[in-house]
Structures are given as C-alpha cells and as structure tokens.
C-alpha cells in the first residue's frame, strides 16, 4: 500500500458544528502532516507528528485540534469553525528526509 | 509562512517543447522538493534534491540545484498536454518542515 487515504473527499459544516477530517497511511512512514490550501495558493503547513508525537504546530487557530492516535492514523477534529477556513485540507506521510511526501487527495471543506 | 518564490507564475508552451521553471528561497535548506498538482487536488512527488548534490535526473525531468544563489530550477523536456498542472518547489530547512514556493501554473497545448 503506498497511498494516503482521507476521508471525506468533501465536507460542508455549519459555523457551530464539529467534525473530523481523517488521514489513514500502512506504509509504516514515521511523520504524518496537514496542510491547509486555499485556491491559487500553495499548501500551508499546520501540524507535524513525528512518531505519534506533536512536534509542530504553525500557530494553528485552537478551532483546530489534531490527533494522532496510532502510527497509521491522523485526525484533525474541527469546531466553531469560520467562512475563511473554507479551503483543502491535505494530509502527507513521510519516511526520512531522504524521500519525498506522499499526499492524500485532500478533503475539500466548505464552512457555511 | 512562506520560503520559496517561484517563476514564472504561468507558463504555455506547446507539446514538444521544453519547461522551465525557477524556484528561489531565503535560507538554508536540508534539500528541496518539486511537486506537482493537478486541478487542486493531492500533491505528487517528483523530485527531491540534497543540498550538497548540484543535478538531479528522473525520467524527463532535470532539476539543477544552486545554494550560493538559493535557487533551483526544474526542466521538463519534451512536454506534454498530460504535463499541464501546477508545479511547486518546497524546501526542508529543519527535519519534518517541509515549506511550499508560491508555485508555476504550466500549461501544455496540443
């Protein structure tokens, strides 16, 4: 297996509503990653977990709650989410520094 | 935040023709990625270079890498209407940092 798989492709949620967005890799990668794209834009980076552990948060919003809670498995959960978080959102794995990511294909979110 | 600067923003060329793309950043970096994009959706990996390699070769693609000048380039050659997406470069500057250019929209006619 050597995708990321995210779950749902789309979501729409209200401004008082919680949700999750859930990112699953079996390629044994040690670093799990989410990144926020708005349109035209390139990917921001928002949290990094390096072997289950934060180890980078990029001043992300507290709206914002990561997870991580196995090897293979990442979740980002949302509340009280705004309009302007609409956007991608994009998870990667990676071994090492001596290979590239590998990203999902993003949950595309809609807050409403 | 952002490290990398690309140009140019938009490129078209017509199929056959070679790309080039420029990606400059601000500080010293682990080594350097290039990704594509297709209609905003997941990234691919297409390349990564070291800091202390200058050239790097995959298939149709060429990336030069210069550090006293912060700056790479990608080269495909021979390119394709399949080649049309958005091309990023993304720098590491510490382990696990991985920091996205602005990107270069290269479309390829038929």
Redesign the interface.
């Known amino acids: 297996d050597t995708e990321v798989t995210q779950t749902p492709k789309h979501l729409v949620m209200g401004m008082t509503n919680k949700k999750s967005l859930k990112c699953e890799q079996h390629m044994g990668h040690r670093a799990m990653y989410w990144y926020k794209q708005k349109a035209k834009k390139p990917p921001e980076l928002m949290f990094v977990y390096s072997y289950e552990k934060l180890s980078i948060n990029e001043s992300v919003p507290s709206r914002f709650s990561p997870e991580c809670p196995n090897s293979s498995l990442l979740n980002l959960h949302l509340h009280a989410l705004q309009p302007e978080d609409s956007a991608l959102y994009l998870c990667a794995s990676s071994l090492d520094g001596n290979y590239g990511y590998t990203f999902g294909s993003g949950t595309r979110l809609t807050v409403v | ?2 490290q990398g600067e690309e140009d140019p923003q938009a490129l078209s060329i017509q199929e056959g023709e070679n790309a080039t793309m420029n990606c400059s950043y601000k500080t010293s970096i ?2 350097l ?1 290039w ?1 594509r994009q297709n209609s ?9 270079i ?1 800091s202390n390699e200058r050239e790097k070769h995959s298939g149709r693609l060429r990336v030069t890498l210069d550090t006293s000048k912060k700056s790479s380039s990608l080269l495909i050659t021979a390119s394709r209407a399949a080649d049309t997406a958005s091309y ?1 470069c993304a720098t ?1 500057m510490n ?9 270069t929209r290269l479309q390829v006619f038929p």
Do not use: A, C, P
């Open positions: 935040s952002q682990n080594n990625q990704y905003g959706r997941g990234l691919v990996h297409l390349i990564l070291r990023f590491e382990t696990d940092k991985l920091i996205f250019g602005t990107g």
